[in-house]
């Protein structure tokens, strides 16, 4: 199965989950799992949030940003992979001078 990012249009998410200017998002799912491929413009974040039921995967392609997980933190850029497993706890923030580009699958566990 092909989900065709081209084909799909950027829908915006202001204060994504309480964070911090717009998260955008392209999204496919198959009425349980979502795979997105996400941008966070410069100065903006994804909320620190629980994954309760299930858990995501996040794939960076573009930028710079650092992610809050649980207690700590973790710098992220092309090529790095971040999980944040189902019971625990993460957020995202593009605190770099380019959009933050990455691909997000959350799975139910």
């Not at 995967?57 to 809050?68: A, D, L, P, Q």
């Not at 933050?100 to 139910?108: E, G, Q, R, S, W």
Request: glycine letters at 12%.
């Amino acid at each position: 199965m092909i989900a065709d990012y081209n084909q799909m249009d950027w829908t915006a998410n202001p204060a994504f989950k309480g964070g911090d200017g717009v998260y955008f998002n392209k999204t496919f799912t198959d009425g349980v799992n979502k795979m997105m491929l996400g941008k966070l413009e410069p100065g903006s974040s994804i909320g620190f949030h629980k994954h309760e039921g299930n858990c995501e995967v996040m794939f960076f392609v573009e930028g710079e940003g650092k992610v809050i997980y649980d207690d700590g933190e973790e710098e992220v850029k092309p090529g790095y992979c971040h999980y944040c497993p189902e019971g625990h706890s993460h957020s995202l923030i593009n605190n770099g001078t380019k959009d933050l580009i990455f691909y997000a699958a959350v799975t139910v566990q």
